[in-house]
């Protein structure tokens, strides 16, 4: 297996290619010029994609020599990125790092590895590398992948201005896991899971270590799969970040997820009477998750309980209708006030009262059936993994920013209550990506 000797001489190989496959392929439009001058961005930016089928997030990355577009699913606690390695791995830069070699300890793998499934080495199955457990947020099914190294390339931040110009990590850390661990309701076409979560080898922290940026990135998910949100890498540049944003403390559980604290919850500008007793007992809603995979907020029981009554209580001129699954609470929508302002504003509300976090009443509400709107939040039972989880419906059109460095959480506060449009960034993502998404679509095909 790789030696270090090996590992240097394929960085020096995968620079060349790098540079070859670029030159060569000069007359496909999707691959971009580069120069052999070092480049240094401030920002990356990624395209995400809502897709219909799912309601998942996709990205697209460029990755491999010759390089290709690798569609994957956004996992804002993922440990990492994980493709699948079985279907036609196709690189000439792709190395696996022998077991116990530097790179394996900085994702945290300590497990030798040995690959029985093929006789002979492929990426994903080598001997002697190291095992990483690579899940799938919606199966939440695990599997031992090989720790592999290629080439990544994102795009970097222009401001919409001048060359487009993609930044290249020749050496980026992945799992290549088998394909038996993409199944589930995913998007059509998409390769694996791009895991944003705090680990040394997540998407936005391994890239910021190579291009030597602040650890924090800002995410805006738009609720539409014609717009496109996006995912912003390092300095978040002050033409893209709103005016006023409200900080609140961020904390990172032991799979390197991320957490909030919200003191209480108002609707209609009403504190929602949570048992306090009940609240400590089921460690309430004092840790809560942030998920760009689950579709809707999720709640523990006992707190959806009394937060669904509250809100059916504002509502008690509209008339409840039978329960569509997975919701609890659903109304006659045609008694509902036809325009965005009809249903209630839910404002979670963090260390005081001006660092509250809004969810339109719109954003509470969604349309289940032809005539029945359901309060887009659901009870996740008693045994749930936060108290709260907030889900990717109510993460859509707001701008995040996930402070790494100072480990804080960013958001655009109630008191200005004016709606995020994430479409005002088509402007910088549209152009090379749309040659991006073209070929999305024909991976689907
Ligand atoms: C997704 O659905 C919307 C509305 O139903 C439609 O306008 C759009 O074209 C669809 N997008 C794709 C990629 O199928
Ligand atoms: C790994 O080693 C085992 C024997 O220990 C061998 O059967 C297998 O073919 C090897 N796999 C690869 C990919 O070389
Ligand atoms: C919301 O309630 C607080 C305190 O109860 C009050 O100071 C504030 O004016 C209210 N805001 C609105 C918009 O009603
Ligand atoms: C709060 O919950 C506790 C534990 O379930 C219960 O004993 C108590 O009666 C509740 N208090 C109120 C005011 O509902
Ligand atoms: C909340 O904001 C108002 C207006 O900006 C300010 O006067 C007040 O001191 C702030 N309260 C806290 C607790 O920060
Ligand atoms: C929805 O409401 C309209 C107007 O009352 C009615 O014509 C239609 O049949 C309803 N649709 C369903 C699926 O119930
Ligand atoms: C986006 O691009 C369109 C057309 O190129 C332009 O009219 C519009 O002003 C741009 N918007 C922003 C926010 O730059």
């Not at 060349?16 to 052999?36: A, E, F, G, M």
């Not at 606690?77 to 390695?85: H, I, K, S, T």
């Not at 609470?329 to 404002?347: H, K, M």
């Not at 045994?383 to 907030?390: E, S």
Request: hydrophobic content about 40%.
């Amino acid at each position: 297996m790789a030696s270090p000797t090996t590992i240097n001489k394929f960085a020096t190989t995968i620079f060349t290619l790098v540079i070859l496959s670029t030159t060569i392929s000069d007359s496909k439009p999707l691959v971009h010029r580069s120069s052999s001058a070092p480049f240094k961005p401030n920002t990356l930016i990624l395209s995400v994609t809502k897709d219909n089928a799912t309601s998942l997030h996709v990205t697209i990355l460029r990755k491999r020599t010759p390089q290709i577009a690798v569609p994957l699913v956004v996992d804002l606690n993922g440990r990492f990125l994980w493709v699948n390695c079985d279907d036609n791995y196709l690189s000439s830069t792709y190395t696996a790092p022998f077991c116990h070699s530097a790179q394996c300890s900085r994702a945290g793998v300590h497990y030798c590895h040995k690959c029985r499934s093929s006789p002979t080495p492929r990426p994903g199955c080598h001997n002697n590398t190291c095992g990483v457990i690579a899940t799938n947020p919606l199966t939440h099914k695990n599997s031992v992948s090989e720790l592999g190294l290629d080439v990544v390339s994102v795009r970097a931040f222009n401001g919409g201005r001048g060359v487009r110009r993609w930044a290249t990590d020749p050496q980026f850390l992945f799992a290549c896991a088998p394909s038996s661990l993409l199944q589930g309701p995913l998007p059509q076409g998409v390769r694996g899971i791009a895991g944003l979560g705090h680990t040394p080898v997540s998407l936005p922290l391994q890239l910021a270590s190579h291009f030597g940026f602040r650890p924090e990135f800002a995410m805006c998910l738009s609720p539409l799969s014609t717009d496109k949100g996006a995912i912003f890498i390092g300095n978040i540049p002050s033409e893209v970040a709103p005016k006023t944003m409200a900080y609140t403390p961020l904390t990172i559980g032991p799979q390197g997820e991320y957490f909030i604290l919200i003191r209480s919850i108002n609707i209609n500008n009403q504190t929602v009477p949570f048992n306090t007793t009940l609240l400590s007992k089921t460690r309430g809603f004092g840790g809560t998750m942030i998920s760009t995979t689950i579709p809707y907020t999720i709640m523990e029981h006992s707190v959806y309980n009394t937060f669904s009554q509250f809100f059916a209580k504002q509502l008690s001129g509209v008339p409840q209708v039978q329960a569509v699954p997975p919701f609890g609470l659903c109304f006659d929508s045609r008694i509902l006030p036809p325009t965005r302002v009809g249903a209630p504003n839910i404002d979670f509300v963090m260390q005081n009262r001006n660092v509250s976090w809004r969810i339109f009443g719109y954003d509470a509400l969604v349309s289940a059936r032809p005539n029945v709107s359901c309060l887009a939040f659901v009870d996740g039972g008693t045994n749930t993994r936060a108290g709260i989880t907030i889900g990717a419906y109510q993460l859509e059109n707001n701008f995040v920013h996930f402070d790494l460095f100072g480990s804080r959480f960013g958001f655009i506060p109630s008191r200005l209550a004016q709606p995020f449009d994430c479409s005002m960034f088509n402007n910088f993502t549209t152009g090379a990506d749309q040659l991006e998404l073209q070929e999305f679509a024909s991976i689907r095909n």
